[in-house]
């Protein structure tokens, strides 16, 4: 089985990477894990063209086909989210919009294997927990529209850097025993 462990910040040493980096090293023993970072990939934004709701297909043709070649190969994917305003940040979002021909609200849709299961990871600096459930909400939202089937949520305040990580490793491994 394979684990797909997405990092949603377009930072690779923040906190973020170093939440993928504990999520991956826990899911090891179980599942052929790969980490990707949202920013590994160049891609443009969507255009609201809506071809796709037609074609299913998109008019560019960039590196979304890659990540989404990962989302194939995955059984499982857990995304890790910081709050960016208080929701996922651009980069991602960006990507999210690029798979709307993926999104089963319109016929004919590009479609990835059936049977995934998806885990959403939020963090953020301030303390309250409704700001993580709204970014969860995102990415769960996502989830739903490409039937991948959505298995469980963390979220965890009052983290800003990498070393802010180092208290909640436990935290995380309970989480990651789940999946
Ligand atoms: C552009 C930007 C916007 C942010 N907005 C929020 C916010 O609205 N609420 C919050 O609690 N933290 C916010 N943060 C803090 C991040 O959620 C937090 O520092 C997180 O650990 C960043 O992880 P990263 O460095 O891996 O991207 C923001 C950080 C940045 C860079």
Redesign the pocket.
């Known amino acids: 089985m394979n684990a797909l462990v997405i990092n949603c ?3 690779r040493t ?4 170093e939440i993928v980096r504990l999520v991956s090293e826990q899911l090891s023993p179980k599942y052929s894990t790969k980490t990707v970072c949202i920013d590994d990939y160049g891609f443009g934004f969507c255009k609201g063209c809506r071809s796709c709701h037609t074609t299913a297909q998109c008019v560019q043709h960039d590196e979304v086909d890659l990540l989404m070649s990962e989302f194939e190969w995955a059984d499982v994917i857990v995304s890790v989210s ?5 929701d996922i ?1 651009g980069q991602f979002k960006a990507f999210i919009d690029r798979c709307t021909p993926w999104c089963n609200t319109h016929e004919p849709h590009a479609c990835i294997s059936p049977g995934k299961k998806g885990y959403a990871i939020a ?4 303390p309250s927990m409704k ?1 993580c459930e709204k970014v969860t909400g995102s990415i769960e939202h996502f989830y739903g529209h490409l039937e991948i089937e959505c298995c469980g949520r963390l979220g965890l305040c009052s ?3 990498k070393e ?1 990580v180092k208290d909640r490793e436990a935290e995380i491994a309970d989480f990651c025993r789940q999946i």
């Open positions: 910040s377009p930072v923040g906190a973020t990477a910081p709050s960016y305003w208080a940040p963090l953020r600096t301030g700001e983290v800003e850097f802010s």
